[in-house]
């Protein structure tokens, strides 16, 4: 099951409760982190208690980076004592403890390790002696900084191979945490993509089932389409096409990529299916089909009338295929991450 979840902090968690509300999904996770001195306060820790609550009352599972310093703030002695005391589903380790404590944790209660840095001998004894470890990546908000693709597989082959779980965050696209302001990805090319991409990009082609957005909330288009995703298991593609009868008809349908697509298109399994159903298409707009082309096989396409394609690659015009919409060039990208066999909907930007 893929989860998604969200990131907030004690500092500005109230501003966004509505939200924790109405955007939970069965399975989600809140991140926060319980060791930045900046947010210290004479409330912080009624404060943060106030949110873990809120946040467990609702349904969310909480994931929390903690350090030394946590424990002294919060006034407990074992990191045991800390996960209890606070009711944190998951402690997220990033550093202050040694290697032998956190083996001695990951005996007690899940834990989580940071993915972008522990080293070999640390996967090595967790994978030989823990009871279930998570590796979650760090999120960068310096621009440039961002993990690149081969370090980010290299990481997580190493982890999977330990049967670590691995997670990792996307940036949002409403307002962007501080004081940089320019996202909080795992993979610098996330940074300045939407949610949706990224969400579809690190479930799809790195086969990450946790994931995380690292600046709070995202816009509502964003999250309904990430939610067909995980609960209805259909993947959304914003277009750009004429809003007549026949595309209504064509476009409404869950189509499936057919298992045989080559790389450079998908091919829509029902369509042809559907167009048997008496409509003669006939030729109309055969242009150049650009990369994200919505198209379908025409009256001289003989047997193959009606299948619609959409292009991963730029083709050539045919007369025997017609154009009748494109895929919003921002969200190209979801069509190069989504293997054959996916289900997908066309519809028009939201």
């Not at 990792?168 to 004081?179: E, K, M, T, V």
């Not at 007549?244 to 869950?254: E, G, N, V, Y």
């Not at 396409?301 to 921002?330: A, C, F, H, K, M």
Request: glycine content about 6%.
């Amino acid at each position: 099951m893929k989860h998604f979840g969200y990131s907030i902090f004690p500092s500005t968690w109230r501003e966004n409760e509505s939200r924790l509300k109405s955007e939970f999904i069965e399975g989600s996770m809140i991140f926060t982190s319980l060791h930045i001195a900046e947010e210290f306060s004479s409330e912080y820790v009624a404060n943060c208690i106030e949110m873990l609550r809120t946040c467990k009352s609702i349904g969310y599972k909480i994931l929390a980076d903690v350090s030394p310093r946590t424990l002294g703030q919060f006034g407990y002695n074992t990191l045991s004592e800390l996960r209890e005391g606070l009711e944190i589903d998951i402690l997220r380790i990033d550093y202050g403890f040694s290697l032998e404590a956190v083996v001695k944790a990951a005996h007690e209660m899940p834990i989580c390790i940071n993915a972008s840095t522990v080293d070999q001998d640390w996967i090595d004894a967790l994978s030989q002696n823990a009871h279930t470890v998570y590796a979650l990546h760090n999120y960068y908000p310096r621009s440039e900084t961002g993990l690149d693709t081969e370090q980010f597989f290299e990481r997580n082959s190493n982890l999977k191979a330990a049967g670590i779980t691995v997670m990792a965050f996307i940036a949002g696209d409403l307002s962007l945490r501080g004081p940089i302001h320019e996202g909080l990805p795992t993979l610098e090319h996330h940074r300045t993509v939407p949610p949706y991409v990224a969400y579809t990009e690190l479930s799809e082609i790195y086969g990450l089932d946790w994931i995380i957005v690292g600046d709070g909330f995202i816009s509502d288009h964003q999250v309904h389409w990430i939610r067909q995703a995980i609960e209805s298991g259909y993947y959304y593609l914003p277009s750009d096409y004429e809003h007549t009868a026949h595309t209504a008809k064509r476009f409404s349908p869950i189509y499936t990529i057919r298992p045989d697509s080559p790389k450079t298109l998908m091919r829509l399994q029902e369509s042809r299916e559907y167009a048997t159903q008496g409509e003669r298409i006939e030729p109309r707009n055969c242009v150049e089909r650009t990369k994200g082309s919505i198209t379908i096989d025409n009256v001289h396409y003989l047997r193959y009338s009606g299948e619609i394609q959409i292009t991963r690659v730029d083709y050539p015009s045919d007369p025997r295929v017609n154009v009748i919409g494109t895929i919003i060039p921002e969200y190209h990208k979801v069509l190069k991450a989504l293997p054959n066999g996916s289900k997908i909907k066309i519809g028009p930007l939201e």
